[in-house]
């Protein structure tokens, strides 16, 4: 189990908020974890106020696979959902962002890469598999 003790934030990734908040881009995070631990985490790792948005599991009716973490997300934003670029490292969340016609990157050992479109089998050792669309 994770707890805000336990995390440790990935550089790709924080490479690229940051690089986005330099351009002046929003940022969001659009989480399946509840509020406690996303928030929380957030401030742990010193990463508030990188992000003008934060939309957790506790803030949608329905989780990923569906589309709604990234729509809140992109909503709050004020953004067009095909303007934005999800970032995420498991295959409920590549489906969610795939579903809310985002362009996505994959998260797998540490690095940032394109998500897949079509792939089954398994992601990056989580739990589950690649669904086919």
């Known amino acids: 189990m994770t707890t805000p003790d336990t995390l440790t934030a ?3 990734i924080v490479d690229v908020v940051r690089q986005a908040r330099a351009a002046d881009l929003p940022c969001a995070v659009a989480s399946g974890a509840g509020a406690i631990l996303v928030h929380t985490g957030l401030e742990v790792l010193g990463l ?3 992000f003008a948005a934060v939309v957790t ?3 949608i009716e329905r989780g990923k696979p569906a589309p709604d973490t990234f729509l809140e997300a992109a909503h709050r934003l004020d953004v067009n959902p095909n303007d934005c670029l999800a970032v995420d490292d498991a295959p409920d969340g590549i489906l969610a962002a795939r579903r809310a ?3 996505v990157l994959l998260i797998q050992n540490g690095q940032l890469t394109w998500a897949p479109t079509k792939v089954v089998g398994t992601c990056c050792g989580a739990r589950g598999s690649w669904p086919a669309e």
């Open 57 to 59: 599991r506790d803030d």
């Open 10 to 12: 990935i550089p790709a």
């Open 101 to 103: 016609r985002m362009q």
């Open 48 to 50: 508030t106020d990188h």
